[in-house]
């Protein structure tokens, strides 16, 4: 994924990024995961973007024991629903005890790219997770508020609620509705833009065969009705990789 930070940032323009959602699972040993985020970094990977529910806690703790407190990466990570219960919940005071904790994991004195990870649109508007946000960066916790955004249309609304300084948004061959208005908006308001899904839960990554299978557990799922007509999709697109490859 590729993150755009713009204005109020002061991040570079166009960082690469890596999402984090697998790290930690125990398929593979921690020093496996551990060695993978390093290698990402050594070859110019410069955010990483996880939540606390990735691994419930084991996705930051990895990064933290790969990473630490290093200036020269930043960490965007996401404050998620309540574990036992799966309810929603962003309050101030809910925010600040779930940005400790992934401090603590994380292993650093702050963090970049705080978001709330897929909120409602009655969430953003009822809970007061604006004067949380406003309050772990007066204590220096975090230096950026963000929220990954269901729709266009609730990021659009963000923005113009001045709500946020980073946006987390889909964008892929698949859904290009940010490209209607929201770019053009961020731009002008100076709202950094974390790109969301860029490869259609691995679906663009040229992995899957029409017809074929995808095994169950796959992300691919998540498409819905959508995903065999999406594999079709980047099957047809296919040539157009290689021969942007070979020239």
């Not at 005071?93 to 400790?100: D, F, L, P, V, W």
């Not at 113009?160 to 731009?187: G, H, M, P």
């Not at 095994?215 to 691919?220: E, I, K, N, Q, V």
Request: hydrophobic share 40%.
């Amino acid at each position: 994924m590729h993150y755009r930070p713009l204005g109020r940032t002061g991040i570079k323009v166009s960082e690469i990024g890596m999402g984090c959602n697998r790290l930690g699972q125990d398929h593979q040993p921690q020093d496996f995961w551990i060695d993978l985020v390093r290698q990402a970094a050594d070859l110019g990977v410069t955010i990483f973007d996880t939540a606390e529910a990735y691994e419930w806690g084991g996705s930051e703790g990895v990064l933290g024991l790969a990473l630490g407190n290093r200036d020269d990466v930043y960490i965007a990570t996401k404050m998620c629903r309540v574990r036992k219960t799966n309810a929603r919940g962003y309050s101030a005071s809910r925010m600040r005890e779930t940005a400790e904790g992934s401090l603590r994991r994380l292993r650093r004195e702050c963090i970049d790219i705080y978001q709330l990870h897929s909120p409602s649109r009655d969430d953003m508007e009822h809970d007061d997770w604006v004067e949380g946000m406003d309050y772990l960066k007066a204590q220096g916790k975090i230096r950026y508020a963000a929220v990954a955004v269901n729709s266009v249309a609730d990021g659009i609304w963000l923005i113009e609620q001045d709500a946020v300084d980073v946006l987390q948004c889909t964008y892929n061959i698949f859904n290009t509705d940010a490209e209607n208005r929201l770019f053009a908006l961020a731009k002008e308001k100076g709202i950094g833009l974390l790109i969301r899904l860029p490869l259609a839960q691995g679906i663009l990554s040229g992995k899957f065969s029409p017809g074929v299978k995808v095994p169950a557990g796959h992300r691919a799922h998540l498409a819905g009705d959508q995903m065999q007509d999406r594999i079709q999709k980047a099957s047809d697109c296919a040539p157009l990789a290689t021969f942007t490859r070979a020239a």
